[in-house]
């Protein structure tokens, strides 16, 4: 189901995956004992890193590709496999429960058995998933290649994240790297959209699922420059295994109870006991978390103000990218009548504007300026170009009303996305950071299905409320439901991202980064700004 094609109330969809970096340098009155020009790249830094650059990137593409392909490809197949509505939900369910609910395990898994190994098993893994879904004959096989991808996407994610924290260790060459990987995270589902429309209407659906064959098998070859693989010591590498039970049992429970919100409402029954479920689940694995002795997620990871923070602008400025993509696509669709390919193409200033900030302004003024000092403006940026949308008509041009906002929300994106990935392993020692990877993924999916699910919600009570003022119902009054449904969503994601800017501006506390280390994000312990 494409984000076009989806309705208020559908399943929500699995999100594209943001990529981490080494944190920031320590405070100013801290010496360095290795002092060297900001731009320099230690000496023992991996030779072939901006070519393994290339293969890992080839791989993130591959993840959010797929993420707009098969849900423009999930019309089509409904109708070949015999699909009911009821059921289709499910084949993106079973991706976001798989992916979502597994991630901090697959990262735990990176970090014990190399994250080399890990990244080509995920590749591989996911590639055969797809391979079986484009041949699917059933819905069966369908919905089973599709949770296989979501658990060797679990596993290549964290992998993919923490190769590149520990292959780009110079702060200048960090920030640029990171930038051009951020750009791919936050504006390949842009692209998605407009090459899963090709593939659909010019040869057919399965393709939306066989184009990640070659991917993959390009990606593949960069097994001969990644790092090699440092393997954990036996006596480290112990598997909580009651921390992964409580961490995916109650994940998948938010996770699914987010997907049940959008059409069973957040006051059902089943809902409410999901959501309570997964709650009680997650408390219960922070208790246990805090006292076994190799924990699945070490909660250092998350109470660095630092993380903490990056992680919450992740998670919360999903929340505006998604209610745009959603929203914009039935707008653009629906209202205003564009075919499938016209619609990903429109998309595409989004993702101009996360290429211009994302590689352009912050991979230059990361190395330079603290971290909150572009996330809290392009937070801010970014809701100023969702609130753009709020007054949008039925008869609004795309050059006034949409243009605009999409460069506004992908220029504040980029601003959000490459520092936010730069400092999610702020601190981490060098075996945890397949885990932090994870958990900067995990927040962006716990917010991406949260955020989804509240917005349409909204989007879909207004419209309602709208038609029910407005009788008899024809097109045109149609037409305007669905667009003040869009604004009442608007303005909340406008409101969230605001907050987030204030949240994040309030909780990172990392000072400048100092000229005179080199290596201080990839090297500098954690210094003491934690929660509580």
Known sequence: MSVSDRRPGDAPEPRPVPTPIPEAAPPADTPSAHAAPADAQPTDAHPKRWLALLFIGLAQLMIVLDITIVNIALPSAQRDLGVS????????????LAFGSLLLFGGRIADYTGRRRAFIVGLVGFAGASALGGAAGTFGVLLGARALQGVFAALLAPSALSLLAVMFTGAKERAKAFGIFGAIAAGGGAIGLVLGGLLTEYLD??????????????AVFGWYVLPADARTSADRAQFDIPGVLLAVSGLVAVVYGCSEAESDGWGSAPVISLLTAGVLLLTAFVLVERRVASPLLPLRVVMDRTRGGAYLAVGLSVVGMFAMFLFLTYYMQIVKGYSAVVTGVAFLPLTAGVLLAAGGIAARLIPKVPPRVLIA?????AAAGIGWLIPLEPNSSYATGVLPAEILIGMGM???MAPAMNYATHGVLPEETGIAS??????????????????????TSATADYLAGHRPPNPEIAKRALTEGFSDAFVWA????????????????????QRGDAQATA????TAMHLG
């Open 523 to 526: 090297d500098a312990e954690p």
């Open 85 to 96: 509505d009821g059921d289709r939900q499910w084949v993106i369910t079973a991706y976001t």
């Open 377 to 381: 403006p392009g937070l801010l940026i």
């Open 205 to 218: 659906w399965r393709w939306c699922l066989y184009v990640n064959v070659p991917i993959a098998i390009a």
């Open 414 to 416: 980029g601003l959000v």
């Open 438 to 459: 994870a958990s900067v993924t995990t927040a962006q999916q716990i917010g991406g299905s949260i955020g989804t699910a509240l917005l349409n919600t909204i989007a």
């Open 494 to 513: 406008s409101l969230i991202l605001a907050a987030a800017a204030v949240l994040v501006g309030a909780l990172m506390n990392t000072p400048r980064p």
